[in-house]
């Protein structure tokens, strides 16, 4: 027990597991940290994937993520500093900027890019990947560009400063509400000694990412760039507190309970149903999809 954590009510939710992630790259050559891996899915279950960028240097990111497919699954970007422009086989177009977000259900399949609109300074966010249940896996593609002002977020009296991606907190609705799921995705911003707590359904499956400083949640302290996966103990809410100026995200949702094929960007119920979408992309078929907004 760290003493310079509080100890906190019996109905909030402990810290079952850290993981600080694995530094790898991806698309062009993009450095990032793969933090939910594919050994995590069933445990974070509605939760696929989650990368965390964060690089100063040009070269760790300048080639982006050329033109590659996806099925079977949800996308969400959310940017923290640094400017990517999507590309869609509909020919859908947007620029995602610091503090905007975009939410792309992949469905039936489609192919996109998403390449840096900069050549020097900082690029940070986070990917994240959620599972569609097997009655959506092959609906019409569909996606959402939410600018930095259309993400709705308050500040507590004590200071802390909350962005409400997906779900809600604190009465206020956040821009994407999504069925079956549920997700809750929040950006957290806390001074030093300040505290949070979040309501979260005690079915549901939670986790934490510190990306400033650092918190501390009954009694573990999890550090800059670590993810706290929190303890299915039947609690109804987190708690968090901040050691020292910090920010971090918390994602938590409904888990599916179905089971999970992934084949690289494909993710289906079945190895048959991964064959088949193999065959279905070889066949050109992705390129002629229709993405709809969400």
């Known amino acids: 027990m760290n003493p310079a954590l509080t100890q906190t009510s019996p109905k909030v939710r402990s810290v079952e597991q850290l993981v600080k992630g694995i530094q790898t790259s991806d ?35 300048i080639g982006g993520f050329p033109s590659h497919p996806h099925r079977g699954f949800e996308t969400v970007t959310y940017m923290i500093a640094g400017r ?7 020919g859908n177009e947007g620029l995602l900027g610091p503090g905007g977000a975009q939410w792309m259900t992949t469905g039936s399949g489609l192919i996109h890019s998403e390449l840096p609109e900069q050549e020097k300074g900082l690029m940070e ?71 949070f707590d ?17 918190i501390g949640i009954s009694g573990t302290a999890v550090p800059d760039r670590h993810m706290a996966i929190l ?21 938590a949702g409904r888990p599916l309970n179905e089971p999970i094929v992934q084949y690289g960007p494909f993710v289906m119920n079945t190895s048959e149903e991964i064959q088949q979408t193999l065959r279905d992309y070889r066949a050109g078929t992705f390129e002629k999809s229709t993405v709809r907004s969400l």
């Open 198 to 214: 979040q309501p979260i359904d005690p079915d549901h499956n939670a986790f934490t990412y510190t990306y400033r400083g650092s």
């Open 231 to 251: 303890a299915n103990d039947g609690t109804p809410a987190l708690r968090v507190e901040a050691l020292e100026d910090a920010r971090l995200i918390i994602v």
């Open 125 to 195: 966010g986070f990917q994240l990947w959620v599972n569609l249940p097997s009655k959506n896996k092959m609906i019409p593609p569909s996606y959402r560009d939410i600018p930095t002002e259309a993400v709705p977020e308050f500040t507590t009296e004590n200071g802390v400063r909350v962005r409400v991606i997906a779900g809600s907190s604190c009465g206020v609705s956040g821009a994407v509400l999504r069925p079956d799921t549920e997700p809750l995705f929040l950006d957290v911003h806390l001074p030093a000694g300040g505290s």
């Open 27 to 61: 698309g062009a050559g993009v450095r990032l940290t793969r933090v939910l891996t594919q050994n995590l899915q069933r445990r974070l279950d509605p939760f696929l994937m989650l990368d965390a960028f964060r690089n100063e240097n040009p070269d760790d990111y």
């Open 84 to 90: 990517m422009r999507h590309h869609d086989s509909a």
